[in-house]
T-cell receptor
Framework: DAKTTQPNSMESNEEEPVHLPCNHS???????IHWYRQLPSQGPEYVIH???SNVNNRMASLAIAEDRKSSTLILHRATLRDAAVYYC???????????FGQGTTLQVKP | GAVVSQHPSWVICKSGTSVKIECRSL??????MFWYRQFPKQSLMLMAT?????????EQGVEKDKFLINHASLTLSTLTVTSAHPEDSSFYIC???????????FGSGTRLTVV
């Protein structure tokens, strides 16, 4: 299964943009790139996912590198409620399973 | 849309007893559901893939006789922790998806404490 690499932690100030990076150099051609976030004692929450093109939704934007070996989750204006563990995951085209790494713990300072 | 309901949200049981956790897709049909386990301050670990109408597929190292999975309908999968012991205490989470174009929805999780 292709793996992802994320920084362990990041900090941001409230109302500023946040760019969360993810490396996935062994991605396969049909692997989707997913982002989820998790608050303590809750199930992960879907944030966004994409295949090749950049994606936007009400929560965030996903910028995918042209070679697809990395991607960046963009929170346009961080709020205190965005403080969570963010997981970048590849949806394997072979298995359909999501393999979670350690994720990035995002702290948002008021 | 794409809501997954998990029940119960927490359970305390005595060592040696069995506990059943339910995972329901409320507004879509799911031929496949996934079960994860998460220990404190760790990431989610995939336990098994639940397949409607057939046997579940377990990840390496997961005891299929201890963690019984039944996926009897397109909207319900159950995980039964049999003969639970304190080391089985964990946060159990299910997920499902209406299709690859939609992403995956996770249940709210079940906190199991075995005393």
């Amino acid at each position: 299964d292709a793996k992802t690499t994320q920084p362990n932690s990041m900090e941001s100030n409230e109302e500023e943009p946040v760019h969360l990076p993810c490396n996935h150099s062994t991605i396969s051609g049909t692997d989707y790139i997913h982002w989820y976030r998790q608050l303590p004692s809750q199930g992960p929450e879907y944030v966004i996912h994409g295949l090749t093109s950049n994606v936007n939704n009400r929560m965030a934007s996903l910028a995918i590198a042209e070679d697809r070996k990395s991607s960046t989750l963009i929170l346009h204006r961080a709020t205190l409620r965005d403080a969570a563990v963010y997981y970048c995951i590849l949806d394997s085209s072979n298995t359909g399973k999501l393999i979670f790494g350690q994720g990035t713990t995002l702290q948002v300072k008021p | 849309g794409a809501v997954v309901s998990q029940h119960p949200s927490w359970v305390i049981c005595k060592s040696g007893t069995s506990v059943k956790i339910e995972c329901r897709s409320l507004d879509f049909q799911a031929t496949t559901m996934f079960w994860y386990r998460q220990f404190p301050k760790q990431s989610l670990m995939l336990m098994a893939t639940s397949n409607e109408g057939s046997k579940a597929t377990y990840e390496q190292g997961v005891e299929k006789d201890k963690f019984l999975i039944n996926h009897a309908s397109l909207t319900l999968s159950t995980l039964t922790v049999t003969s639970a012991h304190p080391e089985d205490s964990s946060f159990y989470i299910c997920s499902a998806s209406p299709g690859r174009d939609y992403g995956y929805t996770f249940g709210s999780g079940t906190r199991l404490t075995v005393v």
